[in-house]
């Protein structure tokens, strides 16, 4: 697969398919990336997993945190890597000893390991590098076009109204491949 860009119907049929999430480096920090993005995601509806040796035992967000991938002890859908590019051939192999596997392998933004992408593509993952998950979904929801930032979909649908207050929409769910 090429890895320098993703078609939006893979990046949405990966974000309409997976439910739970395990991210592998998030920080208690709430001014740090991760944290940001493991919360949107929480909002999402997805169920959120959070790894990190230095916090396990502890939780973020009400979230119980754990050491490594493999002391889950339940099925991980995806997992987001929230580390250096060098730091990602052992997650990656650490996530493909799990049963069952994972779908989905998510690099986040700045991160691209092409090793780590072939061995997970050889086992049948899916793979995104250099992309964050939080930004795709917004992107494809169309939330991120109402603080005016152009998300290269066009549509002449109006939002649905959801409730007062912040307003969330969801990704068109047409199929669990992400196809309209």
């Known amino acids: 697969m090429n890895h320098d860009s993703y078609s939006d119907n893979y990046i949405r ?4 398919t997976v439910k739970t999430i395990s991210m592998v480096g998030i920080s208690p920090n709430e001014n740090r990336p991760s944290y940001f ?3 949107y995601l929480l909002d999402r509806g997805y169920r959120m997993i959070p790894v990190n040796p230095g916090q396990a035992g502890k939780t973020i967000l009400k979230q119980k ?3 490594t991938l493999s002391v889950v ?3 991980i859908d995806m997992v987001d890597i929230f580390r250096s590019s060098e730091n990602v051939l052992p997650i990656v192999e650490e996530a493909l000893t799990l049963t069952p596997k994972p779908q989905v392998i998510w690099m ?5 390991n092409d090793a780590a992408a072939e061995l997970a593509e050889k086992a049948g993952l899916k793979v995104v590098m250099n992309r964050c998950p939080k930004i795709e979904y917004g992107r494809l929801s169309s939330e991120i076009s109402w603080i005016g930032v152009n998300s290269r979909t066009l549509s002449s649908k109006r939002a649905h109204n959801l409730g007062t207050g912040l307003q969330r929409m969801s990704l068109d769910k ?3 491949n992400g196809v309209r």
Do not use: H, W
Not at 13 to 16: A, D, F, M, P
Not at 108 to 112: E, I, N, S
């Open 65 to 67: 945190v754990y050491a």
């Open 108 to 112: 986040q933004l700045t991160v691209r």
């Open 174 to 176: 047409s199929d669990k």
């Open 13 to 16: 049929g990966i974000l309409n």
């Open 37 to 39: 993005a493991f919360k």
């Open 73 to 75: 002890p339940e099925p």
